[in-house]
């Protein structure tokens, strides 16, 4: 049952009897680019999902929720839309790393089924979730900003920090921007699971269904536990800071 209908995103619920489960699919073109109008979509998406667990009654609150994130084809997202992105400055970043922490700190449990490439801002988006299945047989996921000549901004660093914490693994994604196939993000632990992409969309779901209860009552509990969890990403991300390596200018 479809609950929000953008240009960009379509939120659904895929069973009407457990109404606080939810699929956000992402629809902006070929590569799923972030730019201010598809953040602010992901936005209003993310308003509906508060509203729809704000008025559920106890019984099914108690049964917790859950959210999956997916799309179609190559890309799960190719990052941000850069030229714009990089005009449009603060104008820009603050609302999408707002975006960033808000799915980080979601008071239910989210996974991301990545059905393809997830580039950049796209592999930021997907680190954000709690839970990561990756299709098996195609698709890479890499932070190459190092290849394309662009630093990290504090909250971006901050996210990818948090979520790949072996020291080698993490120098590798940010240092050689390299591309990680399924099978060596799970190995390097930031990829939960890699299934075909049959499976992809089910076995993303059964991880929701699975999790849902950790919300039951669908309180803030799980949402502080987060925000305790990655208060140092949370506050980077929410600083606004946008200019890389600024501390350094007393070096």
């Known amino acids: 049952?479809?609950?929000?209908?953008?240009?960009?995103?379509?939120?659904?619920?895929?069973?009407?009897?457990?109404?606080?489960?939810?699929?956000?699919?992402?629809?902006?073109?070929?590569?799923?680019?972030?730019?201010?109008?598809?953040?602010?979509?992901?936005?209003?998406?993310?308003?509906?999902?508060?509203?729809?667990?704000?008025?559920?009654?106890?019984?099914?609150?108690e049964r917790g929720g859950a959210l999956v994130t997916t799309?179609?084809?190559?890309?799960?997202?190719?990052?941000?839309?850069?030229?714009?992105?990089?005009?449009?400055?603060?104008?820009?970043?603050?609302?999408?790393?707002?975006m960033l922490a808000r799915m980080l700190t979601l008071r239910i449990p989210t996974v991301a089924a990545i059905n393809g490439h997830a580039f950049a801002g796209g592999c930021m988006f997907a680190l954000a979730h709690d839970y990561r299945v990756m299709r098996a047989d195609r698709g890479w996921i890499a932070m190459n900003e190092v290849d394309l000549g662009i630093p990290l901004i504090p909250g971006m660093a901050a996210i990818?920090?948090?979520k790949i914490t072996h020291a080698n693994y993490l120098r590798d994604c940010l240092l050689a921007g390299h591309r990680f196939k399924s099978s060596d993000a799970v190995a390097?632990?930031?990829?939960?699971?890699?299934?075909?992409?049959?499976?992809?969309?089910?076995?993303?779901?059964?991880?929701?269904?699975?999790?849902?209860?950790?919300?039951?009552?669908?309180?803030?509990?799980?949402?502080?536990?987060?925000?305790?969890?990655y208060r140092d990403t949370v506050t980077m991300l929410l600083a606004g800071g946008t200019t890389p390596g600024g501390f350094m200018s007393k070096l």
Do not use: C
Not at 77 to 87: D, K, V
Not at 195 to 217: C, F, H, I, M, N
């Open 188 to 229: 390097a632990g930031f990829i939960d699971r890699a299934v075909s992409q049959d499976e992809l969309v089910d076995t993303a779901l059964e991880y929701a269904r699975a999790l849902a209860p950790k919300a039951s009552g669908l309180s803030q509990k799980l949402h502080l536990i987060k925000a305790e969890m």
């Open 71 to 98: 799309s179609l084809g190559k890309f799960y997202s190719n990052g941000l839309a850069i030229e714009a992105a990089m005009e449009q400055g603060d104008t820009f970043y603050v609302p999408y790393m707002r």
């Open 1 to 61: 049952m479809s609950l929000v209908d953008l240009p960009l995103v379509r939120l659904t619920n895929p069973d009407p009897l457990f109404p606080s489960v939810f699929i956000l699919h992402l629809n902006n073109g070929a590569e799923n680019r972030f730019t201010l109008q598809f953040v602010h979509e992901l936005m209003q998406a993310l308003d509906h999902i508060d509203h729809v667990l704000d008025t559920l009654d106890s019984t099914h609150a």
């Open 160 to 162: 990818v920090k948090a």
